[in-house]
């Protein structure tokens, strides 16, 4: 019972250096969601996705983006990391107005 | 534009006293609202959701919340609190896909 699964845990990237995290999904869910937690900002929602081949904008979008080639995977790229980007990030997966499953997060931190 | 805003960012509390924690929501549709918990270096994980029918939602932990269509208000509320409750607890709207959290709130529970 896999659940979602975010991929790396940690991380430590130099300005400018690019990256990928990935997310998976094993609950066949149509909705997808990219969050960054920083403290006092609760979660801001980066992109999200309402099913395979489709992404949208969130709050904070800016620096990042997204893909949904397959229905069970979320990516979200960091083209040119930045200081700003140093953040927790978490993925979310959901069938609709049901509960939303979190992956327990990817740590970043941009040097 | 949907948002949600936690009025207070830390609540202390000794255990077993009640605590109320206060979420209100602007929207200018029909949403349904959440109440998520974050324990440390953990994921979110649901403690209760409206979606419809009956004001007064129940959720695991004791907790509850009721939902205040005039006062768009969400609050969760609990009679008796453990050090176990000790953690961070975010309300969330879902207005039309999206999943739009507040800025949290941190529940101190003290022997």
């Known amino acids: 019972n896999a659940g979602v699964t975010q991929t790396p845990k940690f991380r430590v990237l130099k300005t400018g250096q690019s990256m990928t995290l990935l997310c998976a999904q094993d609950?066949?869910?149509?909705?997808m969601y990219w969050y960054r937690q920083d403290p006092g900002m609760g979660l801001r929602l980066i992109h999200y996705?309402?099913?395979?081949?489709?992404?949208a904008k969130g709050e904070v979008p800016d620096g990042y983006n997204v893909s949904r080639l397959k229905k069970q995977n979320f990516l979200l790229g960091l083209e040119s990391a930045a200081p700003s980007q140093t953040s927790v990030y978490f993925c979310?997966?959901?069938?609709?107005?049901?509960?939303?499953?979190f992956g327990q997060g990817t740590r970043l931190t941009v040097v | 534009a949907q948002s949600v805003t936690q009025l207070d960012s830390q609540v202390p509390v000794f255990e077993e006293a009640p605590v109320e924690l206060r979420c209100n929501y602007s929207?200018?549709?029909?949403?349904?609202l959440f109440w998520y918990v974050q324990y440390p270096n953990q994921g979110l994980q649901l403690l209760l959701k409206y979606l419809s029918g009956s004001t007064l939602v129940k959720g695991i932990n004791g907790f509850e919340a009721e939902f205040n269509k005039s006062q768009t208000s969400f609050h969760l509320r609990k009679p008796s609190v453990h050090i176990s409750d000790t953690a961070e607890y975010f309300c969330?709207?879902?207005?039309?896909?999206?999943?739009?959290f507040g800025t949290g709130t941190r529940l101190q529970v003290f022997p």
């Open positions: 969330a709207v879902a207005p039309r896909n999206k999943l739009i």
């Open positions: 996705s309402v099913g395979e081949g489709t992404t």
């Open positions: 609950m066949n869910h149509e909705y």
């Open positions: 929207s200018s549709v029909s949403v349904y």
């Open positions: 979310a997966s959901t069938s609709g107005s049901t509960e939303a499953f």
